[in-house]
């Protein structure tokens, strides 16, 4: 945990790609008030490598009870969950199981990253054999030729190489089954019976969220507030990360409540 002790606690979650050092650009806005609290996903970062039960992991349950299990060993309360990407989806379910969470954010999320019936999720079925194919094949290529649109940066750039970096260092059957995961969920069946506050944020031309994904969760959240940020990719806490931090402290303080 950073930041203040007695300050209101604030988890960070992050979906694809990363471990929690994906946080550390918007870490300076939050830690002289907030209780922040950071973890990794089994598979990623400073987690245990043994840990990682790939059946356990095959579906989103398996994240979320890792989430949930986090919230009550540290005896939160009044938390706020800032879910990224899949991890938005992670806080979501969690929202439903936990007392202990009283806001969301949801950054770059959606509710299904696959296309039906009329439900734009960014993805249509017949492609997520190719995308798996691409990082059994030449893990390091496709992760280099991704970095730039999830980043919102021209290929070559600082924040590009940063990022390729960043997802090379994961095993490639670690990122083939977590992609695999993320595709198959599905937590639209739970977006109505949410009822926390919830701040919606959607960046502009990211490729993994399009803004009909972002539109769907805030029309069908009771408590969904949408903002559209100026950044651009899939990652605005990296490429913008002082104008979202801003946003995202006005909706906590707003939202605001006492313990």
């Keep these: ?36 609290v950071l973890l990794d996903h089994v598979g990623t970062g400073g987690a245990e490598p043994s840990a990682y039960d790939a059946g356990k992991y095959a579906s989103l349950t398996g994240y ?50 696959l296309n039906h019936d009329g439900y734009a999720g960014g993805f249509e079925p017949e492609n997520v054999d190719e995308v798996l194919r691409a990082i059994e094949s030449n893990y390091p290529l496709w992760a280099a030729a991704m970095a730039p649109g999830i980043t919102g940066s021209e290929a070559g750039t600082e924040l590009s190489a940063e ?22 969920a599905d937590v639209r069946p739970l977006v109505l019976r949410v009822s926390v506050p919830t701040l919606v944020l959607q960046s502009r031309a990211d490729p993994l969220t399009p803004e009909f994904a972002s539109r769907y969760l805030h029309e069908l959240l009771t408590g969904g507030t949408l903002v559209k940020l100026a950044a651009q990719g899939h990652m605005p806490h990296l490429n913008a990360p002082r104008q979202t931090a801003r946003v995202i402290r006005s909706f906590l303080e707003t939202n605001s409540f006492e313990d």
């Excluded at 890792?66 to 992670?90: C, I, K």
């Excluded at 954010?105 to 299904?112: D, E, H, W």
């Excluded at 994961?170 to 198959?184: G, H, I, K, Q, T």
Aim: net charge negative; glycine share 6%; proline share 4%.
């Design 64 to 113: 979320v009870d890792d989430l949930l299990e986090v919230l009550d060993a540290l005896e939160l309360e009044n938390a706020t969950v800032l879910g990224h990407s899949v991890a938005g989806m992670m806080a979501l379910a969690a929202s439903l199981e936990s007392h202990r969470i009283t806001r969301l954010v949801l950054l770059c999320a959606s509710a299904c990253y």
């Design 163 to 184: 990022l390729a970096g960043r997802m090379c260092r994961l095993r490639p059957e670690y990122v083939r089954d977590f992609l695999r995961m993320s595709f198959a």
């Design 1 to 36: 945990m950073l930041g203040r002790p007695d300050g209101p606690a604030l988890v960070l979650v992050q979906g694809f790609g990363c471990d929690q050092v994906i946080w550390d650009r918007i870490l300076p806005e939050f830690t002289d008030t907030y209780k922040v």
